[in-house]
């Protein structure tokens, strides 16, 4: 059953902490990408990747890091130095083609304590 | 800069009556304009897409509709259920730029029996 597996769905994080968000997909899809939803505003882009090994930052790339050294795997570190980042953090992947879709994740809801 | 308005922000209806959401953009070159519904703490999922030639689609009861002149989308509900209960966001795909999303902030939608 292809699909895109975010973990956790829940993480805390403490002040001065790395957390790392996992995000695998089994859709064969080239791109993925990483968003940030907060309450009322529309998602924004972390980062994203459309090929393995390469990564392009997105609008608020500022205190995230990201790595790509498989298809099938895009992980989001949130380091200290991003100020405010309790959020609902979305991945995404698009296969080939304007008419593709993009598949979401379903999230995972980040807390500082 | 490329922009994606939703109105309403909110909206309440009864179980069996119909709605219509609307969607604004300024996002140039345009490709093409999805919706998606997202369940709450769920990630977002795919209903409709469109191009700049297609002026309407359905999905079931979900009826998107498409104005690339005055750069207008609407999404109609037709006969209304409470898994309808859901946020409703457009999103507007820009050509070429790596077909970069902007995403709207959203219609949280709450249907009532």
């Known amino acids: 059953d292809g699909g895109i597996t975010q973990s956790p769905k829940y993480l805390f994080r403490k002040e001065g902490q790395n957390v790392t968000l996992s995000c695998e997909q089994n859709l064969n899809h080239d791109a993925m990408y990483w968003y940030r939803q907060d309450p009322g505003q529309g998602l924004r882009l972390i980062y994203y990747s459309q090929i393995v090994n390469d990564f392009q930052k997105g609008d608020i790339a500022e205190g995230y890091s990201v790595s790509r050294e498989k298809k099938e795997s895009f992980p989001l570190t949130v380091t200290s130095a991003q100020k405010n980042p309790t959020a609902f953090y979305l991945c995404a992947s698009k296969g080939q083609g304007v008419a593709y879709g993009y598949t979401f994740g379903s999230g995972t809801r980040l807390t500082v304590v | 800069k490329n922009q994606v308005e939703q109105s309403p922000q909110s909206l309440i209806i009864l179980e069996g009556k119909n709605c219509t959401l609307q969607c604004n953009y300024t996002v140039s070159p345009f490709s093409n304009l999805r919706w998606y519904k997202q369940d709450t703490g769920r990630g977002p999922v795919s209903l409709t897409i469109m191009t700049f030639s297609e002026n309407t689609k359905s999905n079931g009861r979900y009826t998107a509709t498409l104005d690339a002149d005055t750069k207008q989308s609407s999404l109609h509900i037709t006969a209304s259920q409470l898994s309808d209960s859901a946020s409703y966001i457009c999103?507007?795909?820009?050509?070429?730029?790596?077909?970069?999303?902007?995403f709207g902030g959203g219609t949280r939608v709450l249907v009532k029996p």
């Open positions: 999103v507007v795909s820009e050509q070429a730029a790596g077909n970069k999303l902007t």
